[in-house]
C-alpha cells in the first residue's frame, strides 16, 4: 500500500505547534502583566509596613528626648519577591534610610524672669540645628511611591506632588508647653534587609524654663525648619486643636498662625501673646558624628537669698546646664564667698547626675556674704553665664526672751502613701527645733525642682486624714496639723513653678490646729504624692526645696528654705515596709471572701509577716480565717440588719523588724434571707515536683461547689506554696452545682506545704470558700 499521499498526520503537527504558540504567549502575557502585578502588590505592602515601622521611630525619638537609655527600632529597607518555578522576577527592591538636614529652629522675642536662666537667652531668641530622617523606596514597579519623612516630631508621606497627610500627630505644640526634640547625627543605610536605629538622648529634656514675649507689642515666635509648607502645617495645627487666630485662649489653643518662614524650607508659629510658656528642649542622636554638649551655663536652685544666724548654717545648691537648658554631670564647680561673715564647707566640688553640687555655709558674723559658684575657672564675673551666686544675710541671732530656729535631719526619703498604686510618690523629712523656745508652724511650702512635676494628690479619696492619707500633715509631739484637699482620687491639685503651699484657710495657716514643735523636738513633715500629668512620680533622688514659716512665742515671724535630695532609706539603712490591705470590700451576709495584702511592699528588703485584725465589728459576728496569711478570709456573719460596715487592720513587719498598718472597709450586705450561700468542698490536692527537686512544678485541685438556689456563678482557686501565693484561676461555675470541678495551677517552683483555697459566688454575690492543704485530703 502506497502513503505517500497521506496527509492525515498533518492535523494533529499544526495543532501541536498552535497550542505550543499559545502556552508560549500566554505565558509570555503572564510575564508581563500577572508577574508584575503580583510583585506590585508585595511592594505596596511593603511600604504600608515602612509607614507603621515610621510611626514607631517616630514615637522612640521623641521618648528618648527624656529617657537615658536608647530606644532602638527597626525599618525594612527593602523586599524579596516570592519565588517563581517558570517565571522571572527582579531583582530584589532596595531602600535608603538617611538623615538629611532641616536647618535651624528659632524661638524668638522671648524673656525668662528666672536671673540665672535668662544668661542663655542671647538677643531675646534661642537657636538649635536639627535634622530629619528619609526613607526612599527603589521599587521595581511600584510608582510614585512616597518619600517617608519624620521631622519635628511628626511622620509623614512626601510624594512628587507633594504632603499627603501624615502618619501621625505632633507633639511640638501642646497648648502652652512648646517641646523641642532636636535630631543630631549622621546615619545612612541602604539594603534590602531591617535597619536598626538607636535613638539615645544627648541631652535629655529633664528641666522646662518659662518664656514669655519680651515686650507688649510682639508675639513668641517659633521659627520650624521644614519641608512641609505652611498651608500642611496649619491643617496639622488644626486637626490637633492648637491653631486659633482669635486670640481666645480659653480653648487651650495657643498658636495664633503660621506664616511662611525666611527660607523655603521653613515655617512660623506666632504664639499667643501675653501667655507663659514652657519650654523644653530634647536633643536626640542617631547613627554617628553626635556632640555631645558641653557645660553652658550656671544657675541656682533655690531662692537668690537666704538667711542663717550666727552659728548656723544653710545649703546652697547650683547647677550646671547646657544649651539646651538641661543638667550637665562631672563639672567641677569652684566655691568663694565675698566676706568673712560666712565660712563654706568646700571651695570646690563635681556636678552629681542632675548636674548639682552642694556647699553648706555657715554663719560667721553679723553681716553679708555672696556665695559666689564658677565652672570655667577661679575668678568670678556676675556678667558671665559660667557664674552664679546667692546673696546669705548672717543675723546675731533672736531676741526676746529666747531662739527658735528648725534644723533639717538630713533624713528626706520616698516614700508610698496608701493609694493604690507602689511608686514612691510621696516625701517624708524631719525639722528639729534647736532652739530653747517653742514654735508654732504657720506655712509650709514644697517646690520640687523637676519642672515636669505639676500636681499632688493623696489618691485616696477621702480617708482616715493620716499621714499617706493627706496630701501634707506635720507630726509633732506637741501637736499634729495636716492639709486634706477635697478632690476626687482622680483629680490632682496643680502645682505651681514656685511650689505648692498649705495656706488653705483664711489666715494662710495649715488646716486645723497648728503644729507645735517643742525645744528639742523634732516634727516629720509628710507630703503625699507628686504627678508628672496625672503620672505618679518616683520621687527618690529629685531635688526638693522647702520653706517652712513659724511663729516664736514673742510673736516674730521668721521662716528657713531647705533644699535637699529625697533619699531611698533613712540614715538607719532600713525603709519600713508599706502595708496594701486592698479594698474596700463587698460580702453577702452568711459569705465569705478573699482579703488581699499581696500588693503591700518593702522597698529595701521583704515583707516578713502579715497580722489582720477586726478593730470595729457593729455586726458583732464577723470573724477572719488564717489572720497571719497574706489573703486571707473575712467570713461574715449570717444575718445582719442593713448594710453593715466592718473595719479591719493589716499590720505587716519587714525583714529587719519595722512595721506599718493601715485599715480597709468590708461592708456585709443584707440579702434580706431570701438566698443562701454557696458552698464548695476541696477533694483532692495532687502534687506534682520537678523530679526529685522539691520544688513544686503544678498543683491539680478538684473541689465541689455547691448552691442551694441553683445559681452558681464563679469560682477563684488560690495555691500557696510554703505560705507564698504562687497562682490564682477563676472560671465560671454555672450549671456546676454538685459536680467534681478539677484545676491545674502552678507551683512556680516553690518548696513548701502546699495550701490551696477556693473561693465561688452566686449571682447575687453571696460566696462561700474552703481552705486546705495537701494533708488534708
Known amino acids: 500500500m502506497d502513503f505517500r499521499g497521506d496527509?492525515?498526520?498533518v492535523t494533529v503537527q499544526i495543532g501541536a505547534v498552535l497550542l505550543f504558540g499559545i502556552i508560549i504567549i500566554s505565558m509570555s502575557m503572564y510575564q508581563a502583566t500577572v508577574v508584575p502585578n503580583q510583585n506590585e502588590q508585595v511592594e505596596f505592602q511593603h511600604n504600608q509596613d515602612v509607614h507603621n515601622e515610621f510611626v514607631t521611630l517616630r514615637g522612640a525619638v521623641v521618648e528618648s528626648a527624656a529617657k537615658s537609655t536608647p530606644t532602638p527600632t527597626t525599618v525594612s529597607l527593602g523586599t524579596?519577591?516570592?519565588s517563581r518555578t517558570l517565571f522571572v522576577n527582579?531583582?530584589?527592591?532596595?531602600?535608603?534610610?538617611?538623615t538629611r538636614s532641616l536647618g535651624t529652629f528659632a524661638v524668638s522675642n522671648v524673656s525668662t524672669n528666672e536671673a540665672e536662666t535668662s544668661d542663655y537667652v542671647t538677643d531675646n531668641r534661642l537657636s538649635f540645628t536639627t535634622k530629619a530622617l528619609e526613607y526612599r523606596p527603589g521599587y521595581n514597579v511600584m510608582q510614585n511611591a512616597p518619600t517617608t519623612v519624620y521631622e519635628n516630631t511628626v511622620a509623614y508621606n512626601r510624594f512628587d506632588n507633594g504632603y499627603n497627610g501624615t502618619l501621625s500627630g505632633q507633639s511640638l505644640v501642646d497648648g502652652r508647653t512648646i517641646s523641642l526634640v532636636l535630631l543630631a547625627g549622621n546615619y545612612s543605610e541602604n539594603g534590602v534587609g531591617s535597619a536598626t536605629i538607636d535613638a539615645q538622648a544627648v541631652s535629655r529634656a529633664t528641666r522646662t524654663v518659662s518664656v514669655t514675649n519680651n515686650a507688649s507689642a510682639n508675639n513668641v515666635t517659633i521659627t520650624v525648619p521644614t519641608k512641609l509648607s505652611a498651608d500642611d502645617w496649619r491643617t496639622i495645627l488644626t486637626d490637633a486643636e492648637e491653631l486659633d487666630g482669635s486670640g481666645d485662649t480659653s480653648n487651650d489653643a495657643y498658636v495664633h498662625a503660621v506664616r511662611e518662614g525666611p527660607t523655603d524650607e521653613s515655617v512660623v508659629f506666632v504664639m499667643e501673646r501675653g501667655a507663659t510658656y514652657d519650654l523644653r528642649i530634647g536633643n536626640v542622636g542617631v547613627g554617628s558624628g553626635i556632640e555631645t554638649p558641653s557645660p553652658h551655663y550656671l544657675t541656682t536652685t533655690g531662692p537668690s537669698s537666704e538667711t542663717v544666724d550666727s552659728g548656723g548654717s544653710e545649703t546652697v545648691t547650683f547647677e550646671v546646664r547646657d544649651r539646651y537648658n538641661n543638667p550637665v554631670s562631672g563639672v567641677s564647680v569652684n566655691f568663694s564667698a565675698s566676706s568673712a561673715a560666712v565660712s563654706l564647707s568646700t571651695d570646690s566640688a563635681t556636678t552629681d547626675a542632675d548636674g548639682r553640687v552642694e556647699v553648706t555655709v555657715t554663719g560667721q558674723s553679723a553681716g553679708t556674704a555672696a556665695v559666689l559658684g564658677s565652672f570655667d575657672d577661679d575668678t568670678f564675673a556676675s556678667a558671665t553665664r559660667q557664674d552664679a551666686s546667692v546673696s546669705v544675710t548672717v543675723s546675731s541671732g533672736g531676741s526676746g526672751g529666747g531662739v527658735g530656729g528648725l534644723l533639717y535631719e538630713n533624713d528626706a526619703v520616698g516614700r508610698d502613701g496608701d493609694d493604690s498604686g507602689s511608686t514612691r510618690g510621696g516625701i517624708e523629712f524631719s525639722l528639729q527645733n534647736v532652739g530653747t523656745d517653742s514654735v508654732e508652724v504657720l506655712d509650709v511650702v514644697v517646690n520640687p525642682h523637676d519642672d515636669r512635676i505639676n500636681g499632688l494628690s493623696d489618691r485616696v479619696g477621702q480617708g482616715d486624714n493620716d499621714p499617706g492619707e493627706t496630701e501634707f500633715y506635720v507630726e509633732s509631739p506637741s501637736g499634729d496639723g495636716r492639709v486634706d484637699y477635697l478632690i476626687s482620687q482622680s483629680e490632682y491639685v496643680t502645682v505651681p513653678d514656685d511650689g505648692i503651699a498649705t495656706d488653705l484657710d483664711e489666715d494662710g495657716n495649715i488646716a486645723g490646729p497648728n503644729p507645735v514643735v517643742g525645744s528639742g523636738e523634732s516634727a516629720k513633715f509628710y507630703v503625699y504624692e507628686f504627678f508628672d500629668d496625672g503620672s505618679n512620680v518616683n520621687m527618690v533622688d529629685e531635688w526638693v526645696t522647702a520653706r517652712v514659716s513659724y511663729r516664736l512665742p514673742n510673736g516674730l515671724v521668721d521662716s528657713k528654705t531647705y533644699t535637699f535630695r529625697v533619699n531611698d532609706a533613712p540614715p538607719d539603712g532600713n525603709s519600713p515596709p508599706t502595708a496594701r490591705a486592698g479594698g474596700p470590700y463587698t460580702v453577702s451576709e452568711g459569705g465569705s471572701i478573699q482579703l488581699d495584702?499581696?500588693?503591700?511592699?518593702?522597698?529595701?528588703?521583704?515583707?516578713?509577716?502579715?497580722?489582720?485584725?477586726?478593730?470595729?465589728?457593729?455586726?458583732g459576728g464577723a470573724s477572719i480565717s488564717n489572720a497571719g496569711s497574706e489573703t486571707p478570709t473575712f467570713d461574715a456573719p449570717s444575718s445582719v440588719s442593713g448594710d453593715t460596715d466592718v473595719t479591719v487592720r493589716l499590720t505587716v513587719t519587714d525583714d529587719d523588724g519595722a512595721t506599718d498598718t493601715t485599715t480597709t472597709t468590708v461592708t456585709v450586705q443584707d440579702t434580706g434571707g431570701g438566698n443562701d450561700a454557696p458552698t464548695v468542698d476541696i477533694?483532692?490536692?495532687?502534687?506534682?515536683?520537678a523530679g526529685n527537686s522539691g520544688n513544686v512544678q503544678t498543683v491539680t485541685v478538684a473541689f465541689s461547689p455547691d448552691d442551694a438556689n441553683g445559681d452558681l456563678r464563679t469560682g477563684t482557686v488560690f495555691v500557696r506554696v510554703g505560705g507564698v501565693l504562687t497562682d490564682t484561676a477563676s472560671f465560671s461555675l454555672t450549671g456546676a452545682e454538685g459536680r467534681t470541678v478539677t484545676a491545674q495551677l502552678s507551683g512556680n517552683q516553690n518548696r513548701g506545704l502546699v495550701e490551696v483555697t477556693v473561693v465561688v459566688s452566686d449571682s447575687q454575690s453571696a460566696t462561700g470558700s474552703d481552705t486546705k492543704d495537701e494533708t488534708q485530703v
Open 80 to 82: 524579596r519577591y516570592p
Open 7 to 9: 496527509e492525515r498526520a
Open 683 to 689: 477533694t483532692d490536692i495532687q502534687v506534682f515536683e
Open 597 to 619: 495584702g499581696s500588693s503591700s511592699s518593702d522597698d529595701d528588703g521583704t515583707v516578713d509577716s502579715y497580722s489582720w485584725a477586726i478593730t470595729n465589728d457593729p455586726t
Open 90 to 98: 527582579p531583582g530584589p527592591a532596595t531602600g535608603t534610610l538617611q
